[in-house]
């Protein structure tokens, strides 16, 4: 089945620690995005991707670092310097419209929960 | 920057009542996708919509009908005759085309009650 997988659903840090996000994708897409979700709050950007090795900031990027080093895959890392890291991440992918893609829409993986404890 | 704005954080409606999210948006470019996602209790965005700057032409969909407005940078969501699995956070999203940059609303929270 073609998708957008993320692991592990529930992910639990101790404060101090590094931890990565996985997120992969088969639908062949170029852009891949990191959104943040505090509960009862919307999607926020943390970082997007448009091609391999490439990747930009969104809006709160501080305390994250992410790679792009296949075009299937896109990991989060939630460093020890983001003060606040338990949230929900979610993640996306899309076709990029500059290179022919007419379905712009993004697809979303299911998404980890990461608690500090 | 693009920007999203859902004023609406909570509706609250009787099943088979009409109701309508509004989705304002902000941008420079003159290329750009606005997309409506649902997201239930589980999590995961699903898709709706997707509408073209240059299109705008309404659509309906079932219960489901989008007004767009470039004239008021609106896109708004309507549901006829809700129902109670229409309950679930609804999100508008702004994507420009040059640089694949794609922003959501705050999202509403829509409670359809039997």
């Known amino acids: 089945d073609g998708g957008i997988t993320q692991s592990p659903k529930y992910l639990f840090r101790k404060e101090g620690q590094n931890v990565t996000l996985s997120c992969e994708q088969n639908?062949?897409?170029?852009?891949m995005y990191w959104y943040r979700q505090d509960p009862g709050q919307g999607l926020r950007l943390i970082y997007y991707s448009q091609i391999v090795n490439d990747f930009q900031k969104g809006d709160i990027a501080e305390g994250y670092s992410v790679s792009r080093e296949k075009k299937e895959s896109f990991p989060l890392t939630v460093t020890s310097a983001q003060k606040n890291p338990t949230a929900f991440y979610l993640c996306a992918s899309s076709m990029d419209p500059r290179t022919g893609g007419l379905n712009t829409e993004a697809f979303f993986g299911q998404g980890t929960r990461l608690t500090v404890v | 920057a693009q920007k999203v704005t859902q004023a609406q954080t909570e509706i609250s409606v009787v099943e088979k009542e009409d109701v309508t999210l509004d989705c304002v948006y902000e941008t420079r470019d003159t290329t750009y996708y606005l997309f409506w996602y649902k997201q239930p209790p589980s999590g995961e965005l699903v898709f709706l919509i997707r509408r073209n700057s240059f299109d705008e032409q309404n659509e309906i969909s079932g219960r489901y009908s989008w007004n767009f407005q470039k004239s008021t940078s609106s896109f708004n969501f309507t549901i006829t005759a809700s129902q109670v699995v229409d309950s679930a956070v609804y999100f508008c999203a702004l994507r420009l085309y040059n640089n694949n940059d794609m922003r959501f609303g705050a999202g509403t929270r829509l409670t359809v009650k039997p």
């Open positions: 639908l062949n897409h170029d852009a």
